[in-house]
Structure formats: C-alpha cells, structure tokens
C-alpha cells in the first residue's frame, strides 16, 4: 500500500536526478558491500567483478580471488605504514585467473612490496592502472601464463618478470623512474628461467637504470619493438641471454642514454645458434658513452646480427665491439656524429679487415680498423 503524501518515483528518475557514479553500474546486480584489506568494494553477481567505492588505505594485502576482476573506477589505494603483504593487490593463493583494472596505487616511500603482483599460474590482464611511490617493483610477475599488462603508468619503479612466462604481452605503458635509483630503477626487467613468447612494444620508460634489462633470460620466441626510452642508464641491455633465445629488437627508439644506447654482454650460447638475435632499424639519438657496445658475443653459438641502426650525437663510439666479440654481422648500420670513432672492433681473427666479426655497407666518418665503416 501506497504512503499518502509521499510519491514514488520511477527508479529511472531517481538515478537521473542524482549524481551519477563514475561508472554506471546496474544495481539490480549487487549482490552486496564486501570489505577487503581495509577498502570497500560493490561485488557485482553474474560478472564476478569487485567495483572499488572510494579512495582507501590498507595495512595487508587486497587478494583478488581467482577469476574476478577488480575496477578501481580511478580510486586511489594507499599503502599504510607499515604495511603487511607481497603486493598491495596481489591474486589469492591457488588463483588462475585475475584482472586489475582502472586503480591507482601508492605505495609512499616504503620497500619491500609490489604495487600489482600476479603469481603463479596466473593469467589475466593488468591495464589502465597508475603505480607510485618506492615499492618495487610496482608489477611483478611471477611465473604466469597468457598475461598481458597494457596502458598503465608508473612512477618511481617498473615491470619485474620472473619466474619464467608464457605468452607475456607487456605494452604501452608509461614508466618513469629517478636517474639515481640503480638497484630497483629498471623499466622492464626480464630475469632468467624461460619466457616461452614475449611481446613487448609501444612503452615509454623514462630513467632509471636500463630502459628494458634481460638478465641471463632465456626467450623462446620474443620480440622487444617500438619502444621510447629516454634518459636511462642503457636504453636496452641484453645480458647473458640463454640457449634457446629467438629475440628481436626492432625499431626502438632510445635517446640520451647516460652510458650506453644499447649493450649485449656475456651471451651465452655454445651449440651453433643457440642464441638467434636480431638488432635492426633500432634509433640511438644520444649516448654518454656508446650508441651500440658489444662484449662477450662470441660464435658459433651466438647468432647476432646487427642491421640498419642508426647511431648520432654520442659521446665516445658509434659502434663498439671489443676483443671478446666474434661471428657478429654489422650491415647496413649507420653513424652520424660520435665524439670517439665511427665504428671500432677490437676483435682479431678472419672476418672483415682482419676482425673476427663480419663488417657490411655500415657508414661512418672513421673507423679502427679501417674500412668497416666508410663515409656515405
């Protein structure tokens, strides 16, 4: 029975009146208000996502249950000090699947915690969530699988895979870290047991150490492209790659690097070509020491070849391979201004000029030895 006096209106008239949310949610759906960590959150039935309510703050870890998606809907998610847990969202223990979406953490100036972390086994997708403050790293990845982490920005600290992956998109996000920070500062770092299939393109990382860092990684089928990086140490350093990578670096574009634009050190292949990588049409414009700096590439196990790059305003070499270098190929690669030699291999043995790398059509105004880089 009807209340005199009192005029009930339509539910559509009542929700337009009001302020609407940040995103329309169909309220038939909520099945009720759940409390995690400290922050409250509308669980919505049928779709399995938590929608964060407000700007919170948490002292322990928010766990995302297998297969839900949390909705930040751009709230911010502040870490207490202290705070207890590995990740501020981290999935629940057993989980198999997980999305993170539009939420912004900060983690302040405390250590030892991730912003996002995705265990084991977990699949799923990390997107269009911001990460600040000195935790690190602020998404860590930890042996999952079909996992993609896409336009999210990051501040202060970067992406850490390790574990091994399998089918690991990593795209578009914006990193940007202090110069000084070294022991944490690395955009994207890839840590060694095998990534099955690695793409990682469109990203802009500002700072820190190495722009993109491989440690003693093994990369099944990976492909590292069109990627911005910009005042870091070395803009894209591949350490002590494994048998059994198959890596191109194609078409990246690194500027003002402190030291190195681009660095290959203590490859490890043994048995012919167990290492395959491709370093082609990539960009170093500014470098405090070397545009290209190889050591420790040495053949028949390492296949590497360097082709079409384009080096300029350097402050030592364009293009440097020292006497722990072999079987490389150099083709096509260009160097403009460099403040050192054009081009320098310090190798010995049968390859070009009397090198033990193999030294093609590469232009540059000087080089040692003679002749594997002339002038256009």
């Not at 099944?220 to 990578?245: C, F, H, Y």
């Not at 440097?320 to 054009?342: H, K, M, P, Q, Y």
Request: proline residues 4%; glycine residues 14%.
């Amino acid at each position: 029975m009807l209340r005199r006096g009192i005029p009930l209106l339509p539910i559509a008239l009542l929700v337009a009146c009001s302020e609407p949310p940040l995103d329309p949610i169909d309220h038939q759906l909520l099945l009720n208000t759940v409390t995690i960590g400290g922050c409250e959150f509308d669980f919505e039935q049928g779709s399995a996502t938590l929608h964060l309510l407000d700007d919170c703050t948490t002292a322990e870890f928010i766990a995302l249950p297998d297969g839900h998606t949390l909705n930040g809907r751009d709230y911010t998610i502040s870490a207490a000090t202290p705070f207890s847990g590995s990740g501020v969202i981290q999935t629940a223990f057993g989980a198999q699947s997980g999305n993170v979406t539009r939420v912004n953490i900060d983690g302040g100036d405390q250590d030892g915690f991730a912003g996002i972390l995705f265990g084991e086994g977990v699949s799923g997708t990390i997107s269009q969530s911001a990460v600040t403050g000195t935790i690190s790293p602020s998404i860590f990845l930890l042996s999952v699988e079909n996992v993609t982490v896409t336009q999210n920005t990051l501040t202060d600290r970067g992406v850490f895979v390790t574990g091994g992956a399998k089918d690991l998109v990593i795209s578009d996000n914006n990193i940007a870290i202090p110069p000084d920070v070294v022991v944490h500062g690395n955009g994207i770092r890839i840590e060694p047991d095998p990534v099955e299939t690695l793409v990682m393109t469109g990203n802009s990382v500002d700072g820190g150490n190495n722009g993109i860092f491989f440690a003693e990684s093994v990369v099944g089928l990976g492909t590292v492209e069109k990627n911005d990086l910009v005042g870091n140490r070395v803009g894209i350093a591949l350490e002590g790659l494994q048998a059994n990578t198959r890596l191109e670096v194609i078409g990246n574009h690194i500027r003002d690097a402190r030291e190195y634009g681009l660095a290959l050190i203590n490859l490890k292949g043994t048995a012919p070509s167990d290492v395959a990588a491709l370093l082609a049409s990539n960009h170093v414009d500014g470098a405090g020491e070397n545009g290209l700096f190889l050591s420790g590439v040495q053949g028949p196990g390492n296949d590497v070849v360097l082709q079409n790059n384009d080096v300029d305003n350097v402050g030592n070499h364009g293009i440097l391979a020292n006497e722990f270098t072999n079987g490389i190929r150099f083709e096509g690669n260009r160097v403009g201004a460099a403040g050192g030699n054009s081009c320098i291999d310090l190798s010995v043995g049968v390859g070009t000029e009397g090198t033990a790398n193999t030294w093609v059509e590469n232009i540059g105004e000087t080089s040692v030895p003679e002749n594997i880089c002339a002038p256009e």
